[in-house]
């Protein structure tokens, strides 16, 4: 029996003193050549498989396991989230009048992105090991783009071999990158370094066409960095929409698109046992259809369970990768409901381990229905309401859920959050900029829009109301997708300016309209429906200057 360790073969071109050196590969020859990554030093590990990141992760990262259901399950270390606040766009003359410059999008000069991207760089090169995956962002073959990515962590690797559309090996022949990560989120940056809040930093260079991660080891960084390339590329360059939802496609070809922020049900109400899923997060519209972006799924796991998301908790299995759970060190069985290190548990997973995905994930037509789901804690907002193309731009500017008490720390009633596009962190471009082509797009194929709160009803979450039955929410989904809502009798929702249907098969008639169901006094609703409305002025201020006086207009009034 021959034993072999794990990759002391083959994977490293160091070579005895006076021992003629192999040639070099062709991502080796360009990485030496573009970053001076250190061919003669580094391992760098091209296009591993599933099998030898699982041995490299268990022999070589701390916090690795393989957990009873076959999914490695990995540990990214002190931050177990998004670090907003440290993601910075080179401002730099190709791309510096199209960015949204703000809070979002803070700017870096290419001076200190020199300095970050070397540092990146000299600490790939310490490593004894690197890996390189390439792969797709993009289903639509005429507008993918090419993605390397350059990290020293095999449970990163693994992440985006995931969540990238994964190339034939023919297609890996001469591979060209249009955009490369360098994920050196082990190595912290220099937090003295001008312009730097902390010693993360998550950059874009658009010019350079590259990402540098310092300081952060949290992998979906590098997913949500290339959904920001999406929503600069697609639009500024092809004229195509960038979307922050799920979609679905029904057995007619009607496709429907789910947009929400966390806890809204977007995940949920888009897994339909009778609906063919194209995507769970990141979609783009052309002129053909709507395609998805990413080859693969990126799960909540808290509270997970076999009965509640049965498709979820077996695509669990040997290639995904389990973020930050807890586990039993004797049976490897994962306690999806243990928090201890973070409320936001993930897993990654290939899409194709949803058993009703669309392959490849690009629709056969035009979205039929824009679905934006809001968790209205106030109590206000109705069951669904259908939208003009004013209403839904500004809704969709505004992004509007609440934040449910317990869900964080310090959160004791219902709070009100807004997010733009529904995916204010990943813009890349003024939110009107997207809204305007989102309307353009619905009024040219005919799409209906409508507004659905998953939240609650008779009064807020914090003084007794109760959550508007799921059953209820899938009976209105029904009838959005068989046509019946469209043709319902309408009437006017005051203050939030909001056309509410009178009846809905499956729904009984009092709730779809809040103000009939409120528990408490005529006066108190009327208080309550001014406090949210005053909420969304004052959020949608931030937009104004960028939005026409009719998306305006279509927002509450007081």
């Not at 034993?3 to 003629?20: D, E, F, K, W």
């Not at 009965?307 to 994962?334: C, H, M, Q």
Request: aromatic letters at 10%; one cysteine or more; proline letters at 6%.
């Amino acid at each position: 029996m021959v034993s072999i360790t794990p990759h002391s073969v083959n994977r490293t071109s160091l070579h005895p003193h006076g021992v003629q050196p192999r040639e070099h590969t062709e991502i080796e020859e360009a990485l030496h050549e573009r970053a001076h990554i250190d061919y003669d030093r580094v391992a760098i590990i091209q296009h591993p498989s599933v099998a030898a990141l699982y041995e490299d992760a268990l022999v070589y990262e701390t916090g690795t396991a393989i957990t009873s259901s076959g999914a490695l399950t990995a540990y990214s270390g002190t931050k177990t989230g998004r670090s907003p606040g440290d993601k910075r766009i080179v401002e730099e003359p190709s791309s510096k009048d199209e960015i949204w410059w703000g809070p979002v999008n803070k700017p870096m000069s290419p001076e200190v992105w020199r300095i970050n991207r070397e540092r990146a760089v000299d600490y790939l090169n310490t490593r004894n090991r690197i890996y390189v995956v390439d792969g797709f962002a993009g289903w639509d073959e005429r507008y993918r783009i090419n993605v390397r990515v350059v990290c020293a962590r095999a449970y990163h690797a693994l992440f985006m071999r995931n969540m990238l559309i994964r190339p034939k090996p023919e297609e890996l022949v001469h591979f060209e990158p249009d955009y490369t990560i360098y994920n050196a989120g082990s190595f912290p940056a220099n937090r003295w370094t001008t312009g730097m809040t902390s010693s993360t930093s998550v950059a874009i260079n658009f010019a350079e066409k590259e990402m540098v991660i310092l300081g952060t080891e949290y992998a979906g960084e590098m997913k949500k960095g290339i959904f920001t390339v999406l929503f600069y590329e697609m639009p500024v360059k092809h004229n195509v929409l960038t979307l922050h939802s799920s979609a679905n496609q029904g057995k007619n070809g009607d496709v429907t698109l789910f947009f929400g922020l966390s806890g809204t049900g977007k995940t949920t109400l888009s897994a339909d046992p009778n609906r063919a899923l194209i995507g769970d997060d990141e979609h783009c519209w052309t002129d053909a259809g709507v395609f998805n972006i990413e080859g693969g799924c990126y799960a909540k796991c808290v509270g997970l369970s076999a009965e509640k998301e049965p498709d979820i908790y077996n695509a669990i299995r040997f290639g995904s990768v389990l973020e930050n759970v807890v586990f039993n060190p004797e049976t490897r069985e994962v306690d999806y409901d243990d928090v201890t290190l973070t409320e936001n548990t993930r897993c990654a997973y290939p899409i194709e381990y949803i058993p009703n995905v669309k392959l490849p994930c690009i629709s056969d037509g035009h979205p039929n229905n824009l679905i934006l789901l809001t968790c209205d804690g106030s109590g206000i907002l109705p069951p669904v309401s259908k939208l003009t193309p004013e209403t839904v731009s500004y809704h969709f500017i505004s992004g509007y859920t609440s934040k449910m008490s317990g869900t964080e720390d310090g959160v004791t009633e219902p709070t009100a959050t807004f997010s733009a596009c529904f995916g204010q962190p990943f813009l890349a471009l003024h939110p009107m900029r997207y809204a305007k082509m989102l309307a353009e797009k619905i009024q040219e194929h005919g799409a209906n829009a409508w507004l659905i709160n998953t939240g609650w009803t008779g009064q807020s979450q914090a003084t007794g109301g109760k959550r508007c039955p799921l059953k209820y929410t899938r009976a209105i989904l029904d009838a959005i997708h068989s046509g019946e809502l469209a043709k319902a009798e309408y009437e006017n929702y005051p203050i939030f300016n909001l056309a509410i249907p009178k009846s809905c098969p499956g729904v009984p008639s009092q709730i779809l309209n809040p103000k009939g169901v409120w528990k408490a006094s005529e006066e108190n609703y009327l208080d309550e429906a001014k406090k949210l409305a005053l909420k969304f002025q004052e959020n949608f201020k931030k937009y104004q200057d960028g939005v026409t006086k009719e998306v305006i207009a279509a927002g509450p009034q007081i």
